[in-house]
């Protein structure tokens, strides 16, 4: 191959990375902050409510607006008693979430719909779903109904909790889903983004969690959900969260945000199930480093 081609060829190529740094170098990057949540998952032990405010406070320290404090199930948690406190002191509670279930059980391949779920108690859901899932028969409960159920999830929260809640939808079998149910994710996504502004959720988000698929491949799923949003005129959050795993999670992460993201939802610290996640450090010290003045002045 004469070396002109090859010139032009590592040229094309590069240009191409570089309108990847033009993208994380204007990012305006949303964090909604996970320290308190993530660094229980797949511990041998649970926080105290002392442990909880230690985190809570240095993650205030940090200046993040947005940050996750709860987990709620149908068992009794310390977070239930957190919360609580964190009213009590009088704390903002406005831009403070918890993860919610979108169904609290399946009985016979048959969603319970009519029972709400007990995670749906902070003014802010981040209400998870999986898509992919065999336990659901989605020949009864299609996706269609798992759509209707979102807004009615939706409506209560901004009923019973706040009109101005910023409710979320986590895409938590986001792998799984873009390999064997692409269409049933993409339907739920442009449902969402076909409503109404008023009713539609502040934001979507997903995560990686097995590690299994390089960054190119996460990536596109991340530009072609981002595509259905904009075709849909809805330049709404897109949040993603990424495991370590073989070691891909912050480059994974990066190819997340060059392709559509717009934020992250991680703790400040890499520790976490599936030996640490892309951590939030990391992620914003890469767009500083590439000259993004909107993290810095932040």
């Given at each position: 191959m004469p070396f002109e081609d090859v010139i032009k060829y590592v040229g094309d190529s590069i240009a191409q990375e570089k309108s990847k740094r033009a993208r994380l170098q204007d990012l305006d990057l949303i964090v909604v902050d996970n320290s308190i949540r993530e660094s229980t998952v797949g511990q041998l032990r649970g926080h105290t409510l002392e442990n909880k405010w230690k985190i809570y406070n240095e993650v205030k320290k940090c200046g993040f607006k947005f940050i996750v404090v709860?987990?709620?199930?149908?068992?009794?948690?310390?977070?239930?008693?957190?919360?609580?406190?964190?009213?009590?002191?009088?704390?903002?509670?406005?831009?403070?979430?918890?993860?919610?279930?979108?169904?609290?059980?399946?009985?016979?391949?048959?969603?319970?719909?009519?029972?709400?779920?007990?995670?749906?108690?902070?003014?802010?859901?981040?209400?998870?779903?999986?898509?992919a899932i065999d336990s659901i028969n989605w020949d009864v409960f299609t996706v269609q109904d798992m759509c209707q159920l979102l807004v009615q999830r939706f409506k209560w929260s901004r009923k019973?909790?706040?009109?101005?809640?910023?409710?979320?939808?986590?895409?938590?079998?986001?792998?799984?889903?873009?390999?064997?149910?692409?269409e049933r994710l993409f339907t739920v996504v442009d449902f969402l983004a076909s409503l109404p502004a008023s009713e539609r959720p502040f934001g979507i988000m997903f995560e990686e969690p097995t590690g299994k698929y390089l960054p190119e491949e996460v990536g596109a799923w991340t530009a072609g959900v981002r595509k259905i949003m904009d075709s849909r005129g809805w330049s709404g959050n897109l949040l993603a969260h990424v495991h370590k795993k073989w070691a891909l999670g912050e480059m994974t992460q990066l190819e997340c945000l060059v392709?559509?993201?717009?934020?992250?939802?991680?703790?400040?610290?890499?520790?976490?199930?599936?030996?640490g996640h892309a951590c939030s450090t990391v992620t914003l010290m890469n767009?500083?480093?590439?000259?993004?003045?909107?993290?810095q002045q932040r």
């Open positions: 709860a987990a709620f199930s149908h068992m009794t948690r310390v977070d239930d008693t957190f919360i609580r406190e964190i009213v009590a002191k009088g704390e903002d509670v406005n831009n403070l979430f918890a993860f919610t279930e979108v169904i609290e059980e399946v009985n016979d391949g048959i969603p319970d719909t009519k029972t709400t779920p007990v995670g749906l108690r902070l003014i802010n859901p981040m209400i998870e779903i999986d898509l019973k909790l706040s009109p101005n809640a910023k409710i979320m939808v986590n895409l938590r079998d986001f792998p799984d889903a873009m390999v064997y149910q692409m392709n559509g993201a717009n934020g992250i939802w991680a703790s400040v610290c890499e520790e976490g199930a599936g030996l767009l500083v480093r590439m000259g993004n003045t909107k993290v």
